[in-house]
């Protein structure tokens, strides 16, 4: 759509057939007009075809060739745009106006459509240049309008080339090729509307999530050695999805990191070169189903409250075996008879895995299925409680979603008169007791056995959750000061007003802390 035409004085200068020296003994009329005001002058031979003349008026008028020209003489009467116009002087000029285009050959109506708005704005900006004397904004918006639909107009022309588009010039325009240099360019909008997404982005959705997870399939090379379907591994991570439901913590995105953790742990130990891939595969799978359908109440929950999941599974790991059970359900279709180790993340079973660990450590062959089996018990615990080797903002968000959920189960048990375990009770816990003691007793130890066996991991595991318990030993200390504090002017206050009833503060005393049992997941 951008103007190319030359520059109008320079315009028909000839007639095809004639030598050039009768080209220049050959007279030439000089008609003086203006268009949008502006003043314009086209030279053309006094006998040269009409359509020629009509052709260089609408080049100075930057019309399409459907456009309809009309030209007004000094007194305003329409004229001909013919090679008999009677010739004027600057002072007495002709005006041009575009007044439409010719819809039915536009059937999308774009063509010109942007030329005759800016031709539009240009005559209204003068006006009010006029009237006003400066241009006002309306008119600057305007103009920024017109300019990103001219580029919106640019970006989609190469679908011309497709029969989509109606090219937009006159017939002598050539063919843009497709990578026209204002085709490559993004339009502003385009831009705009990435760069706000990007900003606002703080959260992956899930469908994205589902994308990575695919990945990883696809990355482990899971597709190509087992020969599954693109589509039946997407139908699987789809009933993955609608299986995790809407609760604090244990949700999908739970799931997500748990796996997310699993990859980075085959990779960094380059457990591809001393591993089965069917061991890898259940590795991963696990990590994707470890915590499917969970209600956000946890065993000691279902136990005492007797539901349907701990009669099912008489009170052993009642959690587990059901998301074990789903798992299954769905991995029918894709690897239909093979175990998982989602029996593994039962935090009840937390020392007896990792004594069995222990015992074989120094000893540990990969070469031994037994061995291999504790291995990848051990992998899956590491990687369902890694949160806190994650950065700080990305970990302590979630430590707010788990304790949520805790407060949420301990709620309940009060209600319903069942025993209310300490590490879940709003009443006893605060963030940095429920992740001190949690780190210093069972998250270190763990991974401190899995560093053993790969040095390598000590960076990535161990370093950032020291750091953790540094950032929470810091906040539980300042905690304490402040409820130190508070009880010293609690005491002064209740002295004075002994029906004081504030007793809802956390209880972080020496005693209370020895009470609370590791976080649980
Ligand atoms: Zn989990």
Redo the contacts with the bound molecule.
């Keep these: 759509m951008q103007s190319q035409q030359p520059p109008i004085r320079a315009a028909v200068t000839g007639r095809r057939g004639m030598s050039s020296a009768a080209q220049e003994e050959m007279a030439t009329k000089i008609i003086y007009f203006t268009i949008n005001g502006r003043p314009e002058q086209a030279e053309f031979p006094v006998d040269c075809p009409a359509q020629d003349v009509k052709d260089l008026f609408r080049s100075a008028a930057e019309a399409g060739p459907h456009d309809i020209l009309k030209l007004y003489n000094p007194k305003g009467n329409i004229v001909n745009i013919s090679p008999q116009l009677p010739p004027n002087t600057p002072q007495s000029t002709y005006k041009l106006e575009v007044v439409a285009a010719d819809c039915n050959s536009d059937p999308l109506g774009i063509l010109g459509l942007e030329a005759r708005a800016r031709l539009r704005l240009q005559s209204l900006e003068k006006k009010i240049l006029i009237e006003a004397g400066e241009t006002p904004t309306i008119v600057h918006e305007m103009k920024r309008q017109v300019e990103s639909f001219r580029e919106k107009l640019e970006s989609v022309e190469h679908l011309s080339w497709l029969g989509l588009f109606k090219e937009l010039s006159d017939a002598t325009h050539k063919p843009s090729p497709f990578y026209h240099k204002r085709t490559l360019r993004k339009t502003r909008e385009e831009c705009e509307h990435v760069r706000d997404k990007f900003l606002k982005m703080r959260q992956w959705e899930d469908a994205e999530i589902m994308v990575l997870l695919q990945v990883m399939y696809v990355d482990l090379d899971f597709i190509s050695t087992f020969n599954i379907e693109l589509e039946v591994l997407q139908q699987f991570l789809y009933e993955v999805y609608r299986r995790y439901n809407n609760i604090p913590?244990?949700n999908f995105k739970?799931?997500f990191c748990?796996t997310q953790m699993m990859y980075g742990l085959i990779w960094l130990t380059d457990l591809r070169s001393k591993m089965d891939s069917i061991d890898l595969l259940t590795l991963l799978t696990s990590a994707v189903c470890?915590?499917l359908d969970?209600t956000g109440y946890n065993n000691a929950y279902q136990i005492n409250a007797r539901t349907e999941l701990a009669l099912r599974y008489n009170d052993i790991s009642p959690l587990e075996n059901h998301h074990c059970a789903v798992a299954f359900e769905l991995l029918e279709k894709v690897y239909p008879g093979h175990k998982l180790c989602v029996l593994a993340?039962d935090m009840t079973r937390h020392n007896e895995i990792l004594n069995k660990f222990k015992s074989i450590l120094s000893v540990f062959d990969f070469g031994n299925k037994d061995h291999r089996e504790v291995l990848m018990m051990i992998l899956i615990k590491v990687s369902?409680?890694s949160n806190e080797a994650r950065p700080m903002d990305v970990a302590e968000p979630w430590l707010d979603c788990l304790l949520q959920e805790f407060f949420n189960q301990s709620d309940m048990e009060k209600l319903e008169g069942l025993p209310v375990s300490p590490f879940m009770d709003r009443d006893k816990v605060t963030k940095p007791s429920s992740q001190t003691g949690f780190i210093r007793f069972v998250l270190l130890p763990l991974f401190m056995e899995l560093a053993n066996l790969f040095p390598c991991l000590e960076q990535h595991i161990i370093h950032p959750v020291r750091k953790a318990l540094d950032y929470y030993t810091e906040m539980e200390k300042a905690l304490e000061r402040e409820n130190l504090n508070r009880a010293q002017i609690d005491k002064t206050g209740k002295s004075k007003e002994p029906s004081s009833s504030d007793s809802k503060e956390p209880d972080t005393s020496a005693e209370a802390r020895s009470n609370l049992k590791p976080t649980a997941?």
Excluded: A, R
């Design positions: 913590f244990h739970h799931c748990v470890h915590d969970h993340t369902d409680i997941v």
